[in-house]
């Protein structure tokens, strides 16, 4: 084996010599014409030409570079009893752009789609790369089971479902993808008040449903000077609140460890988050599950709230107590919820794949409505996640 990579060192060596060897005669051949012909602009396409030769032979020395790393990486994968270079298993519907790139490295790529987290532990042996959004749950048996794995990408900025400290401890590295579904999510929150404050689930329904057409019964409400409370002042809590300010609102939020730069959100009120849900008419949560916001919106926020609040969880189910929600929407209390997650979604705990049958006592109130995390679920959004991906896995596998 060491022979073998001497020779292809060596190779390696040669194949860079000829490269700058063809540099240094096209520049000569140029140079030899000019004498001859010394007209100003024949000059000028000289010096163009010569500077995309030398762009052109930089292009394919960085190209050698990572083709010397992959074929070194090959050789050494080999002698450890490995047939083949990097494996990455996808087990998520992300952006082509991974899988592409990823080949383009020299990674044979295999997709899983949404496994289990019991299936991901049989299969995950020979893989050295894990891309993923934020299902299944990756515990302590699946790192236990990933002997090869060196880096989960992360296509999401959460990273709960994910066993993080067992996952350093075996020398894992976890990449999120922070920020880059931010304008996605926040435009599904005005998407989900407007739904709310114009009936509009409503009253397609009665038309496609039941055939009948009243637009005197669904009379609804503008966002315009209403107050939007933003719990959670980070990425997508900051573009909520710039979208918000277009619609002419108030706007209140509260981030214990926000601190404010540049002026720039100077139009936001921060408050402690009681004062906050007192306060507000639209509540959107933008913030992790933990064991300090589990539940934190339960009776006590919602019967201190304005008669009419309406609450809308684009970020992680079990932030909202939903026994307390059923109540305080059942009794008329709350003008309705719309939400993206559930307690017992995947990510949280509870599924464990795609196309499950899920059931809640919200489910029977016509003023709560929920979709299955779609937040960031755009093409922009996934493509900006997809780039960030892959640049920290070239980060991580120095390529």
């Given at each position: 084996m060491e022979i073998?990579?001497?020779?292809?060192?060596?190779?390696?060596?040669?194949?860079?010599?000829?490269?700058?060897?063809?540099?240094?005669?096209?520049?000569?051949?140029?140079s030899a014409f000019i004498k001859i012909n010394m007209i100003q602009y024949l000059w000028n396409i000289y010096n163009f030409v010569i500077r995309i030769i030398l762009y052109y032979n930089k292009i394919m020395l960085k190209s050698s570079r990572t083709w010397v790393t992959i074929e070194i990486r090959n050789i050494t994968e080999k002698v450890k009893g490995r047939d083949n270079l990097m494996k990455a298993l996808i087990v998520d519907y992300v952006s082509d752009i991974i899988e592409k790139e990823l080949k383009e490295l020299g990674f044979e790529v295999d997709k899983e789609m949404l496994p289990t987290s019991e299936k991901l532990a049989e299969i995950i042996a020979?893989?050295?790369?894990?891309?993923?959004?934020?299902?299944?749950?990756?515990?302590?048996?699946?790192?236990?089971?990933?002997?090869?794995?060196?880096?989960?990408m992360v296509g999401s900025t959460g990273t709960n479902h994910i066993d993080l400290e067992y996952a350093k401890e075996k020398g894992i590295e976890v990449c999120n993808s922070p920020g880059q579904n931010a304008n996605a999510v926040a435009e599904l929150v005005f998407c989900k008040a407007l739904d709310l404050y114009r009936n509009s689930y409503q009253a397609q329904h009665e038309i496609k449903e039941d055939g009948i057409w009243n637009k005197y019964r669904w009379i609804g409400r503008e966002l315009r000077n209403k107050t939007m409370g933003i719990v959670g002042f980070g990425a997508i809590g900051r573009r909520v609140a710039e979208i918000a300010r277009v619609f002419k609102m108030d706007v209140v939020a509260y981030d214990p460890f926000y601190k404010p730069q540049n002026n720039d959100f100077d139009f936001v009120e921060l408050l402690d988050f009681d004062e906050l849900c007192k306060r507000a008419d639209i509540i959107t949560l933008h913030l992790p599950l933990t064991p300090d916001t589990k539940n934190m919106i339960s009776d006590k926020q919602m019967e201190e709230m304005k008669d009419g609040t309406v609450l809308i969880n684009a970020a992680r189910g079990g932030i909202i107590d939903e026994e307390a929600l059923y109540k305080y929407i059942k009794n008329g209390k709350l003008g309705g919820a719309n939400l993206d997650t559930l307690a017992d979604e995947l990510g949280s705990g509870g599924l464990d794949t795609q196309d499950v049958k899920v059931s809640s006592p919200l489910f029977e109130l016509d003023r709560v409505y929920v979709t299955p995390h779609i937040g960031g679920s755009t093409i922009d959004a996934q493509d900006d996640i997809g780039r960030v991906v892959m640049t920290n896995v070239k980060k991580v596998f120095n390529l």
């Open positions: 073998n990579l001497i020779i292809f060192i060596f190779k390696a060596f040669i194949l860079n010599m000829l490269l700058n060897l063809k540099l240094f005669l096209l520049i000569n051949l140029f020979p893989y050295d790369l894990l891309v993923m959004r934020v299902d299944p749950f990756i515990d302590k048996n699946v790192l236990d089971s990933a002997k090869n794995l060196k880096a989960i």
